[in-house]
Structure formats: structure tokens, C-alpha cells
């Protein structure tokens, strides 16, 4: 029997269900240190009975696809301009890799003294997070475009607009997809951190709050459902440069 390839990557988190629930079945693991996966399970129904669960995925998902947005263009756009102009990398990249080497989740004292902890606080923290990655791999993916392919276009009679949609754009693709992947495990990550401190709604605040009643199969929970958020934002990335990279032979297979 041949098993499915998108079936083959789930193998071995059944298999960690499978371990992790009779080790908590035989007592190996205290319930009050991990909760064993049908404890999980049934907080996870009594969660999405009370309907808790669905706003607050509803609150997070929104803070994480705004910040997402928001980083993502402004880190496009530098990238476009550093890539396709030595003046505006000379007068802007300095700068931007000063503040790329402050960790920015540092930032959430001083952010919260700007924005309290208001949504302002979380968008600007996710958007800051997810702007470096996508900034970095874009300039690289335009620096990338082999040069013998803009060669290639003048001598066609390119012109700048035709270049950059034909080849410059297509060329840097692959380099901006895996900046938007690395972008988008950012972006959980920062917003993990931002509602577990300064949140008064969203996944992180519902973990913070069983907590602070010791319910650690919620807390579990809320940790399941951010790896479930991250693998679903990275499959759906995976899907979309597999069909804008169709034409890439590299991509065809994959």
C-alpha cells in the first residue's frame, strides 16, 4: 500500500499523540505537567461549546493577517526599491540593518509605552517582525535575477516595465516566497508573545487566563491550535508558490 505524500508528514505527529497519551495514561507524565491528548480534547469541545475558542482564533487570526499585511508591503516595497536602485539601498539599508539586529520583541516595553495595549501595540509588533524577512529575501531575489536574462530582454526590446513583470519579478519569486514563509512563522511567533503580555482577547489571553486558573489542558490547547495556525498559514504559502512558480521547472514536482 502506498501512502499518500501529503499524508506522509502527519505520521509522526500521530505517532507523538499516540506516545504522549499512554505515557500519561500509565502516569509517566502528571496530568498537571502535560494533560493527556483526550484531556486536551475535551477541553477543546468545552471551549468550542462556550464559543470562546472560535473568538478568540477570530481575534487572532485578524491581528495576524493585518500585521501580516501591513510588514509584508512595507518590506516588499523596500525590497523592490533597495533591489532595483544602488542610491536607495546606499541611503536606506544601513539603517534598516541597524534595526533588523534589535530583537524586536525587546520592543514591547517601549511599544506599549506608545500604543498602551491597545491592537496598535500587537499590529505594530507583527508588522515589525514580519518585515524583515520578507525585505531580506526580496532584495535578494531581485540581486538573484541572473543578469544574462536582463541582457537577453533589452536585446528583445524590453523596456523597464516590460523587464521587471517578465523577468526581474518571475526571477525573484522563489527568494520572496521563502521570505514570506519565514515571515509568517514570524508572525505567529510575535503575536504569541504580544497577547500573552498585553491582550484582553485573542489565543494568547485565553492561555494567560487558564493559567492563571491552572487549567493546563487549555494552555495545551492554545499551544496545539498556534502550531495548527503556523502549518496552515505555511500550506497555504506552499500552495500559492506552487501555482505563481508553475512554471518553473524546479516547482513542478514539488
Do not use: C
Request: no cysteine; glycine share 10%; proline share 5%.
Amino acid at each position: 500500500m502506498t501512502i499518500p505524500r501529503a499524508l506522509i508528514g502527519w505520521i509522526l505527529p500521530v505517532v507523538v499523540l499516540i506516545v504522549w497519551e499512554l505515557l500519561a495514561r500509565i502516569g509517566f507524565i502528571p496530568e498537571n505537567v502535560l494533560p493527556a491528548p483526550t484531556a486536551v480534547g475535551v477541553a477543546l469541545w468545552r471551549v468550542l461549546q462556550s464559543g470562546e475558542l472560535v473568538e478568540n482564533i477570530r481575534v487572532s487570526f485578524w491581528r495576524a493577517s493585518v500585521g501580516f499585511l501591513i510588514g509584508g508591503a512595507v518590506g516588499f516595497a523596500f525590497g523592490l526599491a533597495n533591489g532595483l536602485s544602488r542610491f536607495s539601498e546606499a541611503l536606506t539599508d544601513t539603517t534598516l540593518q541597524m534595526v533588523r539586529n534589535v530583537p524586536h520583541l525587546a520592543l514591547i516595553p517601549l511599544v506599549i509605552l506608545w500604543f498602551g495595549i491597545d491592537e496598535q501595540a500587537k499590529l505594530f509588533l507583527v508588522a515589525l517582525g514580519v518585515f524583515f524577512p520578507i525585505y531580506i529575501n526580496t532584495l535578494a531575489g531581485i540581486r538573484s535575477v541572473d543578469p544574462q536574462l536582463v541582457e537577453m530582454g533589452k536585446t528583445y526590446g524590453m523596456n523597464g516595465n516590460d523587464l521587471f513583470w517578465k523577468v526581474i519579478l518571475p526571477g525573484a519569486l522563489p527568494s520572496i516566497f521563502v521570505g514570506v514563509r519565514f515571515g509568517l512563522g514570524i508572525m505567529w511567533l510575535t503575536l504569541i508573545v504580544a497577547e500573552t503580555i498585553a491582550a484582553s482577547s485573542g489565543i494568547g489571553h485565553m492561555a494567560m487566563q487558564a493559567r492563571e486558573f491552572m487549567m493546563t489542558d487549555v494552555v495545551v490547547l492554545t499551544i496545539l491550535i498556534y502550531a495548527l495556525l503556523g502549518k496552515l498559514a505555511d500550506t497555504t504559502a506552499r500552495i500559492l508558490e506552487r501555482r505563481t512558480l508553475a512554471w518553473n521547472p524546479a516547482f513542478q514536482n514539488v
